[in-house]
């Protein structure tokens, strides 16, 4: 369970459904806090470059101002990122991968900050030696952050993003109400199905009704078959209805 290869972590849901979530492998985690690092870098360097402008206001004074605004660019970093963007930095947007809770469920906000002040932590002795220890030794490649929060890091696999406001016709999606099934379906979907899916939907008016019919049901059973949401969640949708909305899914990040 703790080599470098990608892992699976099996998650239930409230509904009881049962699905593996990709975890991301100690050496992409690292790459992308490599990544991190030096956009981190990249924004206290040009904080260095405008800060001779305090240099009237005393030498002490602004040496005091840099050294306290790079510590808070280094700590607000990742923490105002990955609740921006649902549990990505530049890094991890970067190599699709995403922070969430280890049940499946939204990151919280405390989830967020315990996880990012711990990278003291994970950082001694120094490198992120520790952190990249219990990373792999952990069964759920968890540093010492991930686990005092709850939370994993997993694989996104993307796809290209296609102009979905041309098929999207409605603004509701009532299978993105279930976020971790969405991300096993974006997950598990390869890319053949969403093209497929996607195509049909930008086609579809070259169809017969008849024809239209059996090729959506076609693909919506497909779809099915590779994850499923509650009824709730799916009472009253057309078989069009829904890959439309898988589509929506499986294209927006």
């Given at each position: ?12 849901t409230?509904?009881?459904?049962v699905?593996p ?9 690292f790459?992308?806090?490599f ?5 981190v ?8 470059l ?5 240099l009237?206001?005393?030498?002490d ?10 510590f ?15 549990g ?11 922070v ?11 989830q967020?900050?315990?996880r990012?002040?711990?990278r003291?932590?994970?950082?001694l002795p ?5 952190g990249?220890i ?9 540093r ?5 929060a ?6 996104m696999p993307?796809f290209?993003?296609?102009?979905l ?15 971790h ?17 996607l195509?049909a939907l ?6 017969n ?8 049901h ?9 994850v499923?949401f ?5 009472e009253?949708?057309?078989d ?5 909305n898988?589509?929506d899914i499986?294209?927006r990040?």
């Amino acid at each position: 369970m703790s080599d470098l290869q990608t892992q699976s972590l099996t998650i239930r849901t409230p509904e009881g459904i049962v699905f593996p979530l990709l975890l991301a492998s100690p050496i992409t985690r690292f790459l992308a806090l490599f990544i991190d690092t030096a956009a981190v870098q990249v924004v206290v360097s040009t904080l260095g470059l405008l800060t001779p402008l305090l240099l009237p206001l005393g030498v002490d004074f602004t040496f005091a101002m840099f050294t306290i605004a790079s510590f808070v660019i280094n700590i607000a970093y990742a923490m105002v990122l990955e609740w921006a963007w649902r549990g990505q930095t530049i890094g991890k947007r970067v190599l699709g991968m995403r922070v969430m809770d280890e049940n499946g469920f939204h990151l919280t906000p405390y989830q967020i900050i315990i996880r990012n002040l711990l990278r003291f932590a994970d950082m001694l002795p120094l490198y992120y030696m520790l952190g990249g220890i219990f990373c792999l030794v952990s069964p759920k490649s968890q540093r010492l952050g991930d686990i005092a929060a709850n939370t994993v890091v997993i694989r996104m696999p993307k796809f290209k993003e296609p102009d979905l406001d041309q098929i999207m016709e409605d603004k509701f999606n009532s299978l993105a109400e279930y976020p971790h099934i969405a991300a096993r379906l974006r997950q598990r979907a390869s890319q053949e199905t969403a093209g497929v899916a996607l195509t049909a939907l930008m086609r579809r008016d070259e169809l017969n009704p008849q024809a239209r019919l059996e090729l959506f049901h076609a693909i919506a059973e497909h779809l099915k078959e590779i994850v499923s949401f509650p009824q709730e969640a799916v009472e009253g949708l057309s078989d069009e209805q829904y890959v439309r909305n898988s589509v929506d899914i499986l294209y927006r990040s």
